[in-house]
């Protein structure tokens, strides 16, 4: 944890009470660790040198604008359906990223070394490739920030990364020099070092088995409704022409200026927005904005600027919504991610040939009532479905109530009742132990006998009784009891977490606990605080 030295003076200040009450909201239950920041937000800024990069291959190349979008097109394309193919194969992701980045640094030497005026073809394959391996890249890393964040803090972690990587726009500024273009390419070697001394022996971010029954859920096809149904509307909203004649008045630099910082405070703002308010609130947030963009697209040009920027902030709020839905709903994200992103995209792309096409035959406003007719019908199905982060699962602390550790044999290794203060364990002299070890005893017996009234090699997974639930989870040798009021998701998930950190701290002790010293136990202490308590943004809970 982090202890701020001045922390006492810094609480004496008149904007303390505020910026803690404001910290307090924003940064509650985000357990994603500072090590995991600082790698993926250099593999975020890695990206986006690799994207920037890309930018200045394609518009130093001899390509037209048709051939120049079907070329990115094709890429995105193949590099989704390969990372559809191989995502749920992959041991070891962040090795694939380096590889891959590896590749992306050749193709950007190749074409620097070319000389100007040389053949198209050569162009197009590295454009292609360059851009197709960037897809993986980007899917792959997405999939491993899905893997190691929670329902809890998905939105707020993915928009900081993001974030992060919008910082290295500012280099698209230097990068005319060729000087300064080597150096990005070995920055991303670099880069690809770093990753290959830390990952090189780590097998991690394994995803499970994947079926095409577990694959389509009722509830992910309803949300892929609702995000094409938006990305379709948002494509039949834009005015290409008005916004290409606004582009043009604005002084020289003024986009290179706003556009950072509009992308900094809308992924920062829809990042809060999902985590605090709700998937299903956010999404009705962005069908809201679209409304108001058509409302200023009608009004001068300084409404036509501010529908712009609607209309910008818009994509990073469906952008957000994608991530945070896929890693909220799908069992298999490696697979749903580019399933998703190629139908949201195509979506747009048809609502913008639809925008084109019926403006080309004199009929501007058709558009603008099939999406309106749009918004209505998205509104109907976002009101029956239901959020994937409900108020009860944001309030997880306030359903917890007590829980059992117990080895597989029915000995009790560790208790902890969340309503006390005091952490009771086994082997303190304390009047109930005996009650504790009646309880572990019968929960074991419990789930044993219903497994094999039921058959089954799985225990039950809880135990109802009125206000109260057991959760049950077993691991390899132990099965841990969950007492709460509510039975959740993030609960879930928590439970899980610690029994796979429980059986590797206490690896050697749990093949025979007989004859073990249980305080050796007591570090279950610190496990269940790492798990079971609330979590702030980096750490700093003092402030909170």
């Known amino acids: 944890m982090i202890v701020l030295p001045s922390l006492k003076i810094i609480r004496k200040l008149p904007f303390f009470p505020a910026f803690a009450r404001i910290y307090k909201v924003i940064g509650k239950n985000v357990e994603f660790p500072r090590k995991l920041w600082a790698e993926s937000i250099f593999t975020a800024w890695s990206y986006a040198v690799t994207v920037l990069l890309l930018v200045k291959v394609i518009l130093d190349s001899n390509m037209g604008i048709i051939s120049t979008i079907e070329v990115i097109a094709s890429g995105i394309l193949c590099g989704s359906l390969v990372s559809f193919v ?44 360059i851009i197709a391996m960037s ?41 005319g020099s060729s000087f300064f273009q080597y150096f990005l390419v070995f920055f991303l070697i670099l880069y690809v070092g770093v990753v290959l001394s830390k990952h090189m022996h780590n097998e991690l971010y394994l995803s499970p088995k994947a079926t095409l029954k577990g694959f389509f859920t009722m509830k992910l096809i309803k949300y892929w409704t609702i995000l094409c149904g938006i990305g379709f509307i948002e494509g039949l909203f834009i005015n290409s022409t008005a916004v290409l004649g606004l582009v043009n008045e604005l002084p020289p630099g003024f986009l290179f200026l706003v556009f950072p910082v509009l992308l900094v405070v809308s992924f920062f703002v829809a990042g809060i927005v999902f985590d605090i308010y709700g998937r299903r609130r956010s999404i009705s947030l962005i069908v809201f904005l679209l409304g108001t963009y058509v409302l200023l697209s009608y009004f001068s040009s300084s409404g036509m600027l501010v529908a712009v920027g609607l209309y910008f902030a818009v994509l990073v709020l469906i952008i957000v919504a994608i991530l945070t839905i896929i890693g909220d709903t799908s069992i298999y994200p490696a697979r749903a991610m580019p399933v998703t992103l190629l139908l949201v995209a ?16 004199g009929s501007p406003d058709i558009p603008l009532y099939l999406g309106n007719f749009g ?86 997974r809880a135990i109802d009784h009125y206000s109260k639930k057991i959760l049950l989870e077993a691991g390899k040798n132990i099965i841990v009891a969950l007492i709460v009021h509510i039975d959740l998701r993030v609960l879930r998930d928590k439970l899980k977490r610690f029994i796979q950190e429980f059986e590797i701290e206490f690896f050697d002790e749990l093949d025979d606990p007989k004859g073990v010293d249980m305080q050796r136990f007591d570090k279950t202490a610190d496990l269940i605080k790492k798990y079971f308590d609330v979590k702030y943004l980096m750490g700093l809970s003092d402030i909170a």
Do not use: C
């Open 375 to 460: 918004l209505i019908l998205v509104s109907m199905v976002l009101i029956n479905t239901a959020d994937t982060l409900s108020a009860q699962e944001k309030a997880w602390d306030k359903s917890l109530i007590a829980i059992y550790v117990m080895h597989t044999s029915g000995m009790l290794l560790y208790h902890k009742d969340f309503r006390d203060v005091e952490i009771k364990v086994p082997h303190e002299e304390t009047g109930d132990d005996g009650q504790h070890d009646l309880i572990s005893s019968g929960l074991v017996g419990i789930t044993q006998m219903l497994q094999e009234i039921l058959k089954g090699k799985q225990i039950a």
């Open 86 to 129: 191989i995502s749920e194969r992959i041991k070891r992701r962040y090795l694939l990223i380096a590889l891959l980045t590896i590749g992306d640094a050749l193709g950007f030497l190749i074409f620097l070394s070319i000389p100007v005026g040389s053949s198209g073809l050569i162009d197009i394959f590295l454009i292609f490739l």
């Open 346 to 361: 195509t979506s747009l792309g048809i609502g913008i040939y639809l925008r084109i096409v019926f403006e080309s035959l």
């Open 135 to 175: 897809t993986i890249i980007l899917i792959d890393f997405l999939v491993i920030l899905f893997q190691t964040t929670g329902i809890l803090e998905r939105g707020r972690v993915i928009s900081g990364i993001f974030i992060s990587g919008v910082f290295a726009v500012p280099l698209y500024a230097l990068i």
